[in-house]
C-alpha cells in the first residue's frame, strides 16, 4: 500500500473547510472537536467527506467500470482524516496517562514523606528541637 500522505500530497488534497481550503499539514494543527462554528475540526471535516462518501452509490455491478477520480480524492481524504485523528487521539490519551501517573508519583511521595515524619524517634525529635534553642 502506497502512503496516503504521499499520495495526498501528489494529488495536491486540500480540505474545504469554514477557514478556508487546509492543506494536509493543515490538520495536525485542527483540534479534534470543536463547538464554535467559525473553527475547523477535524470531526466537522470529516463528517463532511463521509456524508459525500455515502453520496457515491455504485453506479455499475461491473468490475470493469472506472472509478469516478472525485470518488477516488473523497476516500483518500478520509483515509488521511482518520489517520490523523487516531494519531492525535493516542497522542491525547498518553499525555492523560503521563498526567495521572505524574500526580499518582507527587500523592505517593507525600505519603512517603507523611510516614517518615511520623516514624522519626523521638531522640532525633528531641536533637532536633534542641538544636533550634
Known sequence: ???IF???????????????A??????WDLPLT???STKASLETLGNVLLQKQAGFAAT????????SPEKAAVNLAVEV??????VREA????KTQAAARASERARLDEVIADREAKETPIADLK??????A
Open 1 to 3: 500500500m502506497t502512503d
Open 6 to 20: 504521499a499520495r495526498a500530497t501528489r494529488a495536491k488534497l486540500r480540505f474545504p473547510s469554514v477557514q478556508g
Open 22 to 27: 487546509l492543506s494536509v499539514e493543515d490538520l
Open 34 to 36: 470543536t463547538t464554535r
Open 60 to 67: 455499475s455491478i461491473l468490475t470493469t467500470t472506472k472509478p
Open 81 to 86: 482524516i482518520r489517520h490523523v485523528v487516531t
Open 91 to 94: 497522542e491525547n490519551q498518553a
Open 127 to 132: 536533637a532536633q528541637r534542641a538544636a533550634l
